[in-house]
């Protein structure tokens, strides 16, 4: 009777062994991979990006460079299916756009590219619809398959699709391309800055000089790219140098009046 229970129970222990290992497979099989997540920008920032095939919402299939090569470019890689962050990353920039004059009357491109091979000219106006209306700046487009690795790998971007959760996991980044291909910066998140978005253009547009980029030139000398925090903060130096220059000009207010009042006094 004792033996019995005891085969018994090491039977269970078997089948219950052999399906946490089964469960554990599927996991791993499946399992979220952070480094997705991440792009080496010491890497790729300065690079030029591929010149790849984008066909256009008109269904027009139309080379990368022709799109970029007149002015700065901001890069969203999404899918129009997305149910997560990409609809939140493109409408928050959207607002941002409406909302400050110093972006809405600026010379720039934002353009969104879906990797996702399900993605038709059909789901991407079907977003459109669905996040617009948009600004000028804006252009849609889907990415061919047979292109989506080179484009994309061009830009360190990756990205895989999770079948547990029917979703992809990618990073949430805003990629700033120069005229002439070049990566000049990644902001990370989803609810960018309108002082980041205006110096990160700036970049972009290299040694063009235009009416809207004199201010920001300036605010490059002023402000450095923190990126753990994916954000523009003021430049250190211009602070202890502002403090230097304060604390030299008081010295010589101080010595200037201590002078006139000694010759006064004789």
């Given amino acids: 009777m004792m033996r019995n229970m005891l085969l018994l129970l090491l039977t269970a222990m078997s089948f219950a062994l052999a399906e946490a290992v089964g469960s554990t497979s599927v996991l791993r099989k499946d399992f979220f991979d952070p480094s997705v997540l991440k792009i080496d920008e010491k890497r790729y920032l300065g690079n030029y990006i591929a010149n790849s095939r984008v066909i256009l919402e008109s269904g027009k299939e139309i080379d990368l460079y022709t799109l970029i090569s007149k002015k700065p470019t901001i890069l969203l890689p999404s899918y129009y299916t997305c149910e997560g962050?990409?609809?939140?990353?493109?409408?928050?920039?959207?607002?941002?756009?409406?909302?400050?004059?110093?972006?809405?009357?600026?010379?720039?491109?934002?353009?969104?590219?879906?990797?996702?091979?399900?993605?038709?000219?059909?789901?991407?106006?079907?977003?459109?619809?669905?996040?617009?209306?948009?600004?000028?700046?804006?252009?849609?487009?889907?990415?061919?398959?047979?292109?989506?690795?080179?484009?994309l790998g061009s830009?360190?971007?990756?990205?895989?699709?999770?079948?547990?959760?029917?979703t992809f996991v990618h990073p949430n980044v805003y990629i700033f391309l120069a005229p002439d291909g070049r990566i000049t910066r990644y902001l990370f998140g989803v609810n960018p800055k309108e002082r980041d978005v205006r110096i990160s253009l700036a970049e972009a547009e290299g040694g063009r000089i235009t009416a809207n980029?004199?201010?920001?030139?300036?605010?490059?000398?002023?402000?450095t790219?923190?990126?753990?925090?994916?954000?523009?903060v003021v430049n250190p130096t211009i602070i202890f140098g502002g403090i230097g220059f304060a604390v030299f000009g008081t010295v010589v207010v101080l010595a200037f009046a201590s002078s006139k009042l000694k010759r006064e006094v004789s």
């Fill in 155 to 166: 830009v360190g971007f990756r990205f895989f699709y999770s079948e547990r959760d029917k």
């Fill in 225 to 232: 790219y923190d990126p753990s925090r994916s954000t523009f």
């Fill in 213 to 223: 980029s004199v201010v920001d030139l300036a605010l490059l000398v002023c402000y």
């Fill in 85 to 151: 962050s990409c609809p939140i990353r493109i409408d928050n920039l959207n607002k941002l756009i409406k909302r400050e004059k110093s972006l809405r009357n600026r010379d720039f491109n934002v353009l969104v590219l879906s990797f996702d091979e399900r993605d038709t000219l059909q789901t991407l106006k079907k977003f459109k619809k669905a996040h617009g209306p948009f600004t000028a700046q804006w252009i849609f487009g889907l990415i061919p398959k047979e292109e989506v690795d080179k484009l």
